[in-house]
């Protein structure tokens, strides 16, 4: 793992998180129990805050990071992350908050002070200016992410569904590299 500590800020791991050796954590982080940190996935705490819930997927190649305070933003942004959300590979989180629940789409883009309500799926390569929040319960797709319809209940099972799947993989992956 290569976690790093900056400006003296460690990253604080709940219990069973997996975090690929290819990724890079730095600074004020929190991840929760059961989550999972997955190649090449780049997470940025150096000037604001990043909060990360259990039972969350950060996948393949993704990128967070935070807006920080200053003269044309007082308080900045952290990046805060809810519990059960799966983020698609190569997704660019940054400053915005995610609630619970959330399947965000590979290639997706989440900007400053962007609100993701709980149970939403953002179709892969969408993008979200800027303060704008998706409203619980629908699919948003495109640039800029617009709504399409509401979701299914089949939908909605999927969350926790594709949350389960993903502890069962980071804790296979945990136990081969424990026996390395």
Known sequence: MTLRSFQGKT?????????????????DVEIG????????????GDMHRIRIGAR????????????????????GF?????????VGHKVLLHGCTIGSRILVGMGSIVMDGAVIEDEV????????????????????????????????DKERSFFSYTAGNYVKLQAQHRAEADQA
């Open 11 to 27: 990253p604080q791991l709940g219990d069973r998180v997996f975090v690929d050796a290819s990724a890079v954590v730095i600074g």
């Open 78 to 86: 952290p990046l805060t992350i809810g519990d059960e959300v799966t």
């Open 121 to 152: 799926i953002l179709g892969a390569g969408s993008v979200v200016p800027p303060g704008k929040v998706l409203a619980s319960g629908h699919l948003y797709v495109g640039s800029p992410a617009r709504q399409v319809r509401a979701l299914t």
């Open 56 to 75: 969350t997927s950060i996948q393949d190649g993704s990128v967070l990071h935070i807006t920080h305070a200053g003269p044309f933003n007082a308080d």
């Open 33 to 44: 129990s059961d989550s999972s940190v997955w190649p090449l996935v780049t997470i940025r």
